[in-house]
């Protein structure tokens, strides 16, 4: 970059400055010139009469955070694994997105011995090309006496 000796030419090399960022934004559509808006999406609920403790789901700019989903019945890993990502299908259907547009997925076991028998049912829900995941066992267990827990990001 050039030395700038004099104000003058200080104040030209700014004017040139904010003239290039103006053209720039011109050029831009006017979705990506507005700053992205915080989304609450819900799902055939009324709008609370207090304010929650957390959202099921929010979305920002195209990206979709779901909230951890449990299954809160008696019923073996298989069982409570379907229904979760059942459950977070109609999430993101309901927001505009799919389990292909799944970008991170994040398991909680209450028991790692349940591991194999939860990707059994986990494998193809995302498609042919699955999200990246973590999978860990929650010490503690999972509130609610859920065999698993599972969130996501995705995209719309």
């Known amino acids: 970059m ?7 030419n200080r104040r030209s090399f700014l004017t ?3 003239a290039v ?9 006017a979705s990506a010139q507005a700053a992205p808006a915080k989304k609450v999406h ?3 609920a009324r709008k609370p009469g207090s304010t929650p403790l ?4 929010v979305s920002y ?23 979760v ?5 109609k999430e993101l ?12 997925c994040n398991v909680y076991l209450n028991d790692l011995k349940d591991y194999a028998a939860m990707n059994e049912t986990f494998k193809g829900r995302f498609g042919e090309n699955p999200p990246v995941r973590t999978t860990i066992a929650a010490a503690g267990g999972i509130p609610g006496n859920s065999l698993v827990e599972i969130d996501v990001i995705a995209f719309i």
Do not use: C, W, Y
């Not at 050039?2 to 104000?7: A, F, M, Y």
């Open 2 to 8: 050039p030395k700038i000796n004099s104000v003058n």
């Open 16 to 18: 040139a400055g904010a």
């Open 21 to 29: 960022a103006a053209t720039t934004a011109a050029a831009m559509p």
């Open 42 to 44: 819900t799902r055939g």
């Open 54 to 57: 957390f959202n099921g789901a």
């Open 61 to 83: 700019g195209n990206l979709l955070f779901i909230a951890g989903k449990g299954a809160h019945f008696e019923g073996d890993i298989k069982a409570h694994t379907k229904h």
């Open 85 to 89: 990502l059942d459950e977070i299908q």
């Open 93 to 104: 259907e309901n927001a505009g997105s799919s389990m292909d547009k799944v970008l991170k």
